[in-house]
């Protein structure tokens, strides 16, 4: 299994009070943890949408809703970036890849808002940038979180637990020890439960690992206490315990879920210099509102609820609500539904039941109405279909066959059988550039791509890659709106991909050697020197001297842009700035000319 592109536990950078973690096997890059998430939509729409579904069935009217939420993550590249650069790190830093998480409201029974939205709510990955989550209320609940909106939501905030997967720690020793002993000893640590606080189990494998039953070897002693600790408890987390968020009444934190099943008694040994994924969990604030926090109560619930009436229906006909949760634009897919189907239900319904929902770009619910018998309870069961266009012919994948007895289906990413690589880009860089992306491969022994673009008006998209593509990978080109100048980027292994500026050759750090040749009798001699997009910004100019002992200088600058990694020099203050130059042959000066420049001007 190739762990490129996957952040390396061991190898961390820090940058201005943060985290970052090297990519492995890929030196020089490094990859940074989001550092807050806040509600944002992509598309212009309200983050948060309430869609109230109800439907007459003449002696009652059924009413459920779906409480959506799209969150957008906050890396702080840029200051990462120039922090590392003013540091002298010459590291690319690029967002870190998550795989979903949880997120926690507070003030839920202050606010009196529905008791679901007070306990964890899932996190679907969507993209490096963005994640979405979708709660089923009943009518009760429903109307709860409107009136909560009429009274407005200011207080309302939140706490994530973003779930990563990387390269464990690694130490050069071997550990052998018996599963169940420990197990037995976490359980006497926390109290009898299965569960622990991840901080005490790892402070107990500083202080005391004796006590946790696992036996170290010589040579134990020559390695810090602290990454002992992170290499065997990375390795719990990926064979026996499953990291979980903190309870709601303790600290926010992390805690491991032991599974009893995995560890009967017996004797394994770990080899802890081997590379294996581990997954941990990064705690951070999250603001559910977001933008919506400035608007006034009233135009809050306008922005936020939607309502759909499915039309009367007569006794023993069910109406099944179905969604998407699935990114709006599906790069190389040309049609996705969903085929449900209910058994018969002899004596008193002897056929079997099919409908099909097409699931459009759009998230608004498809309504499938379905005829069982008058006391007969909703069970169904149901598929997603995706239809792709291979070598020039239509193509049906069908994901997993999956049950459901709700009145609404939730149509996610993992219930396709394919699998779907999201790429967005900085929108900051999309009104400079275009990005052509491609995603490549092979299939079936035979070439295998699909293309698309990412401009201002379309930031983002998925890739529908089949799972029998091999050896994917994604490039891209940026083309300047400007002057149509392109940047490449290298391509990657096919990953979910958030692009910027600093993804294309030419942006990043940049070296510049600088030397005077002293041909009169100048005992030294400046220059004032700048990136080229830097020259207005005291801040990013540089006054650079040359002695006659020291005629070699250096200047060093973050190109902040693959279209603007050039630099401008000037003799002085009251001098023109020299053209636009590139950084790929040193600037050689003569003192001489310095002089001729201070009687010109």
């Keep these: 299994m190739s762990f490129a592109a996957r952040p390396d536990w061991r190898s961390p950078l820090a940058i201005a009070q943060r985290r970052a973690y090297a990519a492995y096997d890929q030196p020089g890059r490094f990859l940074l943890p989001p550092q807050a998430l806040a509600a944002q939509r992509g598309d212009g729409e309200a983050p948060l949408r309430l869609d109230i579904v109800q439907q007459d069935r003449g002696d009652a009217l059924a009413r459920y809703s779906i409480l959506s939420l799209a969150f957008a993550a906050d890396f702080g590249l840029d200051a990462a970036r120039q922090a590392a650069f003013d540091l002298g790190a010459r590291a690319q830093l690029a967002p870190m890849p998550v795989d979903g998480g949880w997120l926690r409201?507070?003030?839920?029974?202050?606010?009196?808002?529905?008791?679901?939205?007070?306990?964890?709510?899932?996190?679907?990955?969507?993209?490096?940038?963005?994640?979405?989550?979708?709660?089923?209320?009943?009518?009760?609940?429903?109307?709860?979180?409107?009136?909560?909106?009429?009274?407005?939501?200011?207080?309302?905030?939140?706490?994530?637990?973003?779930?990563?997967?990387?390269?464990?720690?690694?130490?050069?020793?071997?550990?052998?020890?018996?599963?169940?002993?420990?197990?037995?000893?976490?359980?006497?640590?926390?109290?009898?439960?299965?569960?622990?606080?991840?901080?005490?189990?790892?402070?107990?494998?500083?202080?005391?690992?004796?006590?946790?039953?696992?036996?170290?070897?010589?040579?134990?002693?020559?390695?810090?206490?602290?990454?002992?600790?992170?290499?065997?408890?990375?390795?719990?987390?990926?064979?026996?315990?499953?990291?979980?968020?903190?309870?709601?009444?303790?600290?926010?934190?992390?805690?491991?879920?032991?599974?009893?099943?995995a560890m009967a008694a017996g004797r394994v040994q770990w080899n802890l210099a081997d590379a294996l994924l581990a997954p941990r969990l990064l705690t951070l604030e999250a603001d559910p509102l977001g933008p919506l926090r400035t608007l006034p109560a009233g135009e809050l619930h306008d922005r936020v609820v939607r309502r759909f009436d499915v039309r009367a229906l007569a006794s023993g006909w069910r109406s099944l609500s179905v969604r998407a949760n699935l990114p709006p634009r599906r790069v190389g897919l040309v049609a996705a539904q969903v085929d449900v189907q209910v058994p018969a239900k002899p004596p008193a319904r002897m056929f079997t039941l099919k409908a099909t929902a097409p699931l459009a770009s759009s998230d608004k619910p498809v309504s499938l109405d379905l005829r069982l018998s008058p006391s007969e309870p909703l069970a169904y069961q149901w598929q997603a279909n995706a239809v792709l266009l291979s070598d020039g012919r239509a193509e049906t994948l069908k994901g997993p066959l999956r049950s459901g007895e709700r009145e609404h289906l939730l149509v996610g990413i993992d219930d396709f059988g394919l699998r779907w690589l999201p790429v967005e880009a900085e929108p900051a860089f999309l009104g400079e550039a275009d990005i052509e992306v491609e995603c490549f491969g092979t299939r079936k022994g035979k070439p295998w791509s699909a293309?698309?673009?990412?401009?201002?008006?379309?930031?983002?998209?998925?890739?529908?890659?089949?799972?029998?593509?091999?050896?994917?990978?994604?490039?891209?080109?940026?083309?300047?709106?400007?002057?149509?100048?392109q940047r490449a980027m290298a391509p990657l292994a096919a990953d979910s991909l958030r692009l910027d500026a600093f993804s294309f050759e030419g942006s990043g750090s940049r070296e510049l050697a600088l030397s005077c040749e002293f041909d009169d009798d100048a005992r030294q001699c400046a220059i004032e020197i700048a990136p080229e997009d830097g020259i207005d910004d005291p801040?990013?100019?540089?006054?650079?001297?040359?002695?006659?002992?020291?005629?070699?200088?250096?200047?060093?600058?973050?190109?902040?842009?693959?279209?603007?990694?050039?630099?401008?020099?000037?003799?002085?203050?009251?001098?023109?700035?020299?053209?636009?130059?590139?950084?790929?042959?040193?600037?050689?000066?003569?003192?001489s000319d310095a002089a001729l420049a201070a009687t010109t001007h």
């Design 105 to 261: 409201l507070n003030a839920v029974q202050a606010l009196d808002l529905p008791p679901a939205l007070g306990e964890l709510l899932a996190l679907d990955a969507a993209s490096r940038g963005a994640l979405n989550l979708a709660v089923r209320l009943d009518s009760a609940g429903t109307d709860l979180f409107v009136a909560a909106l009429q009274r407005g939501l200011l207080a309302v905030g939140a706490s994530a637990w973003l779930r990563v997967r990387g390269v464990a720690e690694r130490v050069p020793l071997s550990l052998s020890f018996d599963p169940a002993n420990l197990l037995a000893a976490v359980r006497a640590l926390a109290g009898g439960s299965d569960q622990i606080d991840a901080a005490l189990l790892r402070q107990r494998l500083i202080d005391a690992p004796h006590l946790l039953g696992l036996g170290l070897p010589e040579g134990s002693a020559e390695i810090a206490r602290e990454t002992l600790a992170d290499a065997v408890l990375d390795r719990i987390a990926a064979r026996f315990a499953a990291p979980r968020p903190s309870p709601a009444d303790a600290p926010v934190g992390v805690r491991l879920a032991f599974d009893p099943a």
């Design 451 to 485: 293309r698309a673009t990412l401009d201002v008006a379309r930031p983002e998209l998925a890739f529908a890659v089949p799972f029998d593509v091999d050896d994917a990978a994604i490039r891209a080109v940026a083309r300047a709106r400007r002057d149509g100048a």
């Design 539 to 591: 801040a990013r100019r540089k006054r650079v001297s040359f002695l006659r002992t020291r005629p070699q200088q250096s200047f060093g600058w973050l190109a902040l842009s693959p279209f603007r990694g050039g630099y401008r020099w000037r003799w002085h203050a009251q001098a023109p700035w020299s053209p636009v130059l590139q950084p790929d042959a040193p600037l050689r000066l003569r003192s």
